[in-house]
């Protein structure tokens, strides 16, 4: 059974602080994938990476960053955290390159900044 | 073009009811379409998908029901349970587009008993 795990399900930080979110999966797979999700606007991809150290942008990268250090870990990173980014953030993983290819999500991690 | 645009935002079924969302897509090199299904609490997970070789897909009561010419495609669900209540997100992707995929905007169905 796959399993996509993030590291809280709930975190409150200030304006302009340093956050790290972070994602592990236990089943070797190749891409991982942050999305936020807001009501209204479904899923919207951040970043994904399809390889150890490598990241390809996705709709709305402006304000993150990310790092995968590890095949296993991918890390989202806000570097000065604001307001508009208080949202649902999931992490997913899939197998294979390629559109066809099932993502699993992690439960979430639910941000507010205030 | 990358848009997928789906309705209803809410929908309130009847137990044993037919639950219908729709969904639309701008983009004719999208060949894959998956249904995502979230659970209050929990991330997505994959539900159903079709490919456009086919007009029609069913697995017990979930069925996929796909117009490629109107480039339109719906989920219905058959005889609505309690437990089906969740949100809804159909989606597409393009196998040589790197894994990325479309999400619509979600569908947040309450199926009252």
Not at chain 1, 4 to 12: D, G, K
Not at chain 1, 49 to 61: A, F, H, L, N, T
Not at chain 1, 66 to 82: G, Q
């Given at each position: 059974?796959?399993?996509?795990?993030?590291?809280?399900?709930?975190?409150?930080?200030?304006?302009?602080?340093?956050?790290?979110?972070?994602?592990?999966?236990?089943?070797?797979?190749?891409?991982?994938?942050?999305?936020?999700?807001?009501?209204?606007?479904?899923?919207?991809?951040?970043?994904?990476?399809?390889?150890?150290?490598?990241?390809?942008?996705?709709?709305?990268?402006?304000?993150?960053?990310?790092?995968?250090?590890?095949?296993?870990?991918?890390?989202?990173?806000?570097?000065?955290?604001?307001?508009n980014q208080t949202s649902m953030y999931l992490c997913a993983s899939s197998w294979g390159t390629g559109g066809f290819y099932e993502q699993y999500f992690g439960p979430g991690t639910r941000l507010?900044?205030? | 073009?990358?848009?997928?645009?789906?309705?209803?935002?809410?929908?309130?079924?009847?137990?044993?009811?037919?639950?219908?969302?729709?969904?639309?897509?701008?983009?004719?090199?999208?060949?894959?379409?998956?249904?995502?299904?979230?659970?209050?609490?929990?991330?997505?997970?994959?539900?159903?998908?079709?490919?456009?070789?086919?007009?029609?897909?069913?697995?017990?009561?979930?069925?996929?029901?796909?117009?490629?010419?109107?480039?339109?495609?719906?989920?219905?669900?058959?005889?609505?349970?309690?437990?089906?209540?969740?949100?809804?997100?159909?989606?597409?992707?393009?196998?040589?587009?790197?894994?990325?995929?479309i999400f619509g905007s979600g569908t947040r169905l309450s199926i009252r008993p």
């Amino acid at each position: 059974d796959v399993k996509v795990t993030q590291s809280s399900r709930y975190l409150v930080k200030r304006t302009g602080e340093k956050v790290f979110l972070e994602c592990v999966q236990d089943m070797d797979h190749e891409n991982m994938f942050w999305y936020r999700q807001d009501p209204g606007l479904g899923l919207r991809l951040i970043y994904f990476s399809y390889d150890v150290k490598m990241k390809e942008k996705g709709d709305i990268p402006e304000g993150y960053s990310v790092s995968r250090e590890k095949k296993e870990r991918f890390s989202l990173i806000l570097e000065s955290a604001s307001t508009n980014q208080t949202s649902m953030y999931l992490c997913a993983s899939s197998w294979g390159t390629g559109g066809f290819y099932e993502q699993y999500f992690g439960p979430g991690t639910r941000l507010t900044v205030t | 073009q990358q848009q997928v645009k789906q309705s209803p935002q809410s929908l309130i079924v009847q137990k044993g009811g037919i639950s219908i969302i729709n969904c639309a897509y701008e983009n004719t090199a999208f060949d894959y379409f998956p249904w995502y299904q979230q659970f209050p609490g929990k991330g997505p997970a994959l539900l159903i998908a079709i490919r456009p070789d086919v007009s029609e897909k069913k697995e017990g009561r979930f069925t996929i029901s796909f117009n490629k010419s109107a480039k339109q495609f719906s989920l219905h669900i058959m005889d609505s349970q309690p437990g089906d209540s969740a949100t809804y997100f159909c989606a597409a992707s393009q196998d040589s587009s790197a894994s990325k995929i479309i999400f619509g905007s979600g569908t947040r169905l309450s199926i009252r008993p």
